[in-house]
């Protein structure tokens, strides 16, 4: 008897992994998108676990008001939605430079700042290597933001990646 619930449990426990969401090893691509300008990143995420991830973004912002570049790194969990919908939460920070405009009235020249970053949204993995997602990164400062943006900042983007 205990031999048949050992087992009944295995299987059931061996079933529900089998419909658990399976992400990509590497995927690859462009991230474009600003709430208050135009915003372009190369963006990779490497697969940590069966539903965990690791994203990298390289990118550029720009507006009237300023230039920035930044890099971000973010630890996002990955769950399943309904087919080939998934949505994924998670959190991080990045570094990044800035350049304020000449018609910017502000006494800070820009320059180095630091800050901490959520990110929550909803992706479409295709039959082909193709995944793309729409996300909402709000982003807040923690050193040298000060006249970037008041020490907040709504990044909503759509990507577009290649996975391998």
């Known amino acids: 008897m205990k031999l048949r619930t050992l087992l009944l449990c295995l299987v059931l426990f061996g079933s529900a992994g089998l419909s658990a969401q399976r992400i990509s090893n590497h995927a690859i691509g462009l991230r474009l998108g600003d709430s208050d300008g135009f915003g372009a990143e190369i963006s990779y ?9 690791l994203e990298f973004d390289l990118g550029w912002r720009d507006n009237r008001n300023y230039n920035a570049f930044k890099l971000v790194g973010l630890h996002q969990w990955v769950r399943k939605l309904d087919g ?10 990045g570094i990044g430079s800035v350049n304020f405009s000449d018609n910017y009235a502000t006494d800070d020249d820009g320059g180095f700042f630091l800050f901490g970053a959520g990110d929550i949204g909803l992706e479409y993995n295709f039959d082909i290597p193709l995944l793309l997602s729409v996300d909402f990164r709000p982003e807040i400062g923690i050193i040298g933001y000060d006249g970037f943006t008041d020490n907040f900042n709504f990044d909503i983007a759509l990507g577009i990646r290649y996975q391998f």
């Open 84 to 93: 080939n919908f998934n949505w994924f939460y998670g959190a991080g920070g």
């Open 45 to 53: 995420q490497k697969s940590l676990t069966r539903a965990t991830r």
